[in-house]
């Protein structure tokens, strides 16, 4: 019995926790994965009209919504058990900017929106960062610009110095309430204006951001627009490490 009390003891509600996530988001990545191959074989093959082809892409867009979801879940799950770390490697900084503003792209473009980004030279360089989550901190916040913005732009700029790195994140959409702004970086807090999803993608962005001991700051209104800005100490790697 002390035995099998000590075991006890040594199982928290957390550990439970991120079991239970891990198997149900593995049980549920696994026919999502189904409907996403699908979806992009129709796609492929068939001779779509219009509409059939409509049909395939809203059912590939919510099976993507729906993977998205569950990976916030599982993240936020390690954030809250401190089990989130960095994984550093020496990386093009500008490389890796420019893969996230190709994805970007495809999703502004179907939405009619411009997408404009500003990359200085200084950025083509070779740095020590994790930067899986340079990439993760990038599309949270220009999926959900792209993501609330009806008509007009969405920006990014970066600039980088020897300590530092700033990115900015302007968009033209719907804005956020001065009530709520702060509130928005709340685990499963929806904004009034924006009253879908699992409310995880800000929160993540602002642990994600803290852990690689950086700061994340807004500036929004309701109806104009929101403009986020990230500040990341980096230091700059040698090129010949690549």
């Known amino acids: 019995m002390s035995q099998m009390s000590s075991i006890d003891n040594q199982v928290t509600y957390s550990d439970i926790s991120e079991v239970f996530l891990s198997n149900v988001s593995h049980s549920l990545r696994t026919p999502i994965n189904v409907i996403l191959g699908n979806s992009h ?10 509409e059939q082809a409509a049909v395939i892409d809203q059912i590939n867009h919510s099976a993507m919504e729906l993977l998205s979801q569950v990976n916030d879940l599982v993240d936020m799950s390690r954030i809250e058990s401190n089990k989130m770390t960095l994984c550093s490697q020496v990386v093009n900084l500008k490389e890796v900017i420019q893969d996230v503003c190709f994805m970007i792209s495809a999703k502004s473009d179907k ?10 030279e200084e950025l083509d360089q070779s740095v020590t960062i994790d930067d899986l989550k340079i990439r993760q901190i990038l599309l949270a916040l220009l999926d959900n610009a792209v993501k609330f913005t009806e008509q007009g732009y969405v920006t990014l700029q970066a600039t980088m110095s020897e300590s530092r790195i700033m990115f900015s ?15 928005i970086y709340e685990p499963f807090y929806q904004t009034n204006s924006a009253r879908h999803g699992v409310g995880l993608g800000l929160p993540i962005c602002k642990r994600v951001v803290e852990l690689m001991n950086g700061t994340i700051t807004v500036k929004s209104g309701k109806d104009q627009g929101s403009v986020f800005t990230v500040t990341i100490p980096v230091p700059v790697g040698r090129s010949e490490q690549l």
């Open 111 to 120: 939405k009619g929106l411009i997408f404009r980004y500003q990359l200085p």
């Open 169 to 183: 994140v302007t968009d033209t959409g719907i804005g956020i309430e001065d009530s709520e702004l702060q509130r």
């Open 41 to 50: 074989l129709l796609r492929a093959t068939l001779d779509c009209n219009e």
